[in-house]
């Protein structure tokens, strides 16, 4: 059992980050946020595949004025995506938006932000820093010399210092880098330190196969240690992908669980079925269920139900037939051919709450 660090919280919109809220999920959407009717449509994939929160990128005031209507439409609370312009963030603030994201490696102007605060205190719009690896201040890479853990940490805690100095704890905090390890270090390090909630990710991660282990890895780590109140996965990938790793990295650490999560053996000379194509195709006509259940697809009889008696469905397969089992229990043999739709019409059944 996993104990988590105990966070005060923080409302984006009417989602909880922190305290004794689940760990949130969330992610960004990569359509010109101008197209207001292509943002829409990607926010209401994201949510359907349970996106929590959802982020938009703001560069240009074309991007800002179209925030009202995203806000008007969107399932699920909005955050704007805020660099360089303390202009852009106020007009962003106009919009109805939950939260805004601020970095302060490229607007530090405590003047500006002091302003910028003062405004989502007046309108309840939470804040987060996000501190980053790669757009940290000049004056902390001329100390330590590049990005490091205690660097990044250096950051993160001045600009909290200087938040709650202004009287604003309506805030969370995101320290993200690259490499792993730092990732790790710097929010240990953070952690140890404020009770603040922190928004954890490993930044830039990379495409689909390498993106999701450093993430799993980076952010598992994090979660195992009691570290982390909201996540987000970034890949190079369609951002529908973001979120079912981030389940997948939670659901692993029994932390929270959405959707079918599949067991499956890895193949070896007894399988007399082919398993990845078994297991591809259970997978791809299961997508859609929100069922949080377990299902094992096991190569062989050997040792398989024992070995999946966890799961709460599962097919043990052998030589043209397989034992379908609930609950570590055999229901019934099935024949290779029907083996796929009797598990279906049993996990259908569960989902309408029967059996």
Request: glycine residues 8%; aromatic residues 4%; negative net charge.
């Amino acid at each position: 059992m996993i104990e988590r660090r105990k966070t005060r919280a923080v409302y984006v919109g009417n989602v909880k980050i922190g305290d004794d809220a689940p760990i949130v999920v969330q992610s960004m959407t990569d359509t010109k946020t101008h197209d207001i009717e292509s943002t829409l449509n990607q926010i209401n994939r994201l949510y359907e595949a349970g996106c929590e929160i959802i982020r938009v990128a703001v560069p240009r005031e074309e991007d800002a004025l179209a925030l009202p209507e995203i806000v008007k439409n969107s399932p699920i609370p909005v955050i704007a995506d805020i660099h360089f312009s303390p202009r852009i963030a106020f007009l962003s603030l106009e919009s109805g938006i939950h939260g805004i994201r601020l970095n302060p490696g490229n607007i530090n102007d405590e003047g500006k932000i002091r302003e910028i605060l003062q405004e989502c205190k007046r309108k309840n719009i939470a804040v987060r820093i996000g501190v980053n690896s790669g757009s940290l201040e000049q004056r902390l890479l001329d100390k330590y010399g590049y990005p490091s853990a205690q660097a990044l940490v250096e950051s993160a805690l001045n600009w909290s210092e200087f938040f709650e100095k202004v009287g604003f704890t309506n805030f969370k905090v995101s320290i993200k880098g690259s490499d792993v390890l730092e990732n790790v270090e710097a929010n240990r390090i953070f952690a140890s330190k404020t009770d603040i909630p922190l928004h954890i990710g490993i930044t830039e991660a990379g495409p689909s196969g390498k993106g999701t282990v450093k993430s799993a890895v980076g952010i598992g780590i994090l979660l195992y240690m009691g570290i982390g109140d909201t996540v987000r996965v970034s890949l190079t990938a369609p951002p529908e992908e973001e979120i079912k790793v981030a389940y997948d990295i939670l659901a692993s650490l029994g932390l929270r669980r959405r959707g079918i999560e599949i067991i499956s053996c890895p193949t070896c000379g007894r399988i007399e079925v082919d398993l990845p194509k078994v297991v591809k195709e259970v997978e791809e006509k299961l997508k859609d269920v929100k069922l949080p259940i377990k299902v094992a697809i096991m190569g062989c009889v050997v040792n398989a139900i024992g070995e999946a008696k966890e799961a709460d469905i599962g097919l043990a397969c052998g030589y043209k037939s397989a034992i379908l089992f609930k609950e570590g229990n055999p229901i019934k043999r099935v024949s290779e051919e029907e083996m796929i739709d009797e598990l279906l019409k049993e996990i259908k059944q569960m989902e309408g709450g029967v059996g």
